[in-house]
DNA sequence: TGAATTGATCAAATTATCTTGATATATTAA
DNA sequence: TTAATATATCAAGATAATTTGATCAATTCA
C-alpha cells in the first residue's frame, strides 16, 4: 500500500500534471463558495430583486448582520459577487459574467437574472 | 439588530421561498463534492484517461488507498461520478450527464471528456 | 452636536470535514 | 487451499469552516 510521497520524487508519468495545480486551486475556492445552501439563497435572492444593501438582506435572509456579512464575503470573495459602497450602505449584487463562466445554462436560470 | 427566529414566525413576504430549499440543498452538496482540489484532480484525470480503477488511480493521484476511497465516494455520492464493479475492482469514470447540467461548457473542457 | 444606523471584523465556541492507520470482506492468483 | 490484492469502512486525531456576541469606524439623521 503506497504511502503518499513529495511530488518531486514522483516519476513524471504518475504525478498529476502541476501546471492545472493553481487553475484547480481557484476553482476550488469557487465551488467553496457555492457549497452552502445559504449562499445559495442569497445568490437566488439577489438573482429575482437585484442589487441589495445589507440591511434590506438580512431579514429575507432572517440572518443577523454579523453573520450575513460573513457569508457576502465569501461569495465576494470568490467574485461572485459584486459589491458597491454608497455611504454607510454596502449593495451587494450577482457577478453574471462569473456565474456564467461557472455554472451551466440551467442552474443560471436559478442563479442568474434574466437568463430563461 | 435582529436575531434569527423561526421561519414560521416570519411574514411570508420576509421569509425565503421553502419551496426552493430541497433543491438549494442538493446543489450544496454537489457543490460540496467540487470543492476540493483533490477531487476536481481526480475528476481532470478521469477525464483526460476515462474509466479507471482505484489501484490504478491511487499511484497517478499520490493518494493512500484509503484516502482516494473517501474522495470518490463523495464524488460518486454527488452523483458526480460512475461506478462500475467488476470482481474486485471498483472502475469510476465521469458522470457526463450531471457535469453538463451543473457545469458551464467551459468547465466542461476541464471535466468533461471530449468537450472541446 | 449627539444619537442612531450600517456594515466590517474579531475572538471564542461550535460544528463539519479530512487524514491516518487499522481492519474486514471479497476476489484473484499461485 | 493459501497468499496476495482490491476496496470499503471505521475510529481517532487533525484541520477547517461556521456561528455568536461584541466592538469599532464611518456615516446619516434629528
Redesign the interface.
Known sequence: ?????P?TA?SSE???DPS??K???L??SK??A????KR??IM??LTQKGSMCVCDL????????S?LSYHLKILWDANILTKETRGTWSYYDINTEEI?????H??CC?FKPSCC
Open positions: 500500500m503506497q504511502k503518499e510521497i511530488l514522483v504518475k504525478a498529476v492545472n495545480d487553475e484547480f486551486e476553482y476550488e465551488f467553496k457555492l457549497a452552502d445552501k445559495l439563497q437566488n435572492i438580512a431579514p429575507m435572509m432572517n440572518m443577523t448582520q453573520k456564467n463562466h461557472l455554472l451551466s440551467e442552474l436559478i
